[in-house]
Nanobody
Framework: QVQLVESGGGLVQAGGSLSLSCAAS????????MGWFRQAPGKEREVVAA????????YYSDSVKGRFTISRDNAKNTVYLHMNSLTPADTAVYFC?????????????????WGKGTLVTVSS
């Protein structure tokens, strides 16, 4: 059983940056692909970015491509999401997730573990 705990959320002005972290415990972190999802008020949860266990493969949704960067440190059992050029449209609860592959994460089906989320609010 893997536990995922997100941190780093908060309030930031439009155009600003924020970095999220997701610390994993209780399992073999390095064997999982990891992803970041977000859910804005009144909207469905959507995948934002994903990274393979080796970090060789990454995926970004069109809405964040060029602004967000996903990375991981298997020695620290942590995955990161660095967010730049934030806009109010990025306001959401951001969730960390673990799955078998980036394809699984992109589909949203078969995800093994979820974190409880961290709130990011971007003010205009």
């Amino acid at each position: 059983q893997v536990q995922l705990v997100e941190s780093g959320g908060g309030l930031v002005q439009a155009g600003g940056s924020l970095s999220l972290s997701c610390a994993a415990s209780g399992g073999t972190f390095s064997t999982y692909a990891m992803g970041w999802f977000r859910q804005a008020p009144g909207k469905e949860r959507e995948v934002v970015a994903a990274i393979s266990w080796s970090a060789v493969t990454t995926y970004y949704s069109d809405s964040v491509k060029g602004r967000f960067t996903i990375s991981r440190d298997n020695a620290k059992n942590t995955v990161y999401l660095h967010m730049n050029s934030l806009t109010p449209a990025d306001t959401a609860v951001y969730f960390c997730a673990a799955g078998a592959s980036t394809i699984v994460l992109r589909s949203g089906d078969g995800i093994h573990y979820w974190g409880k989320g961290t709130l990011v609010t971007v003010s205009s």
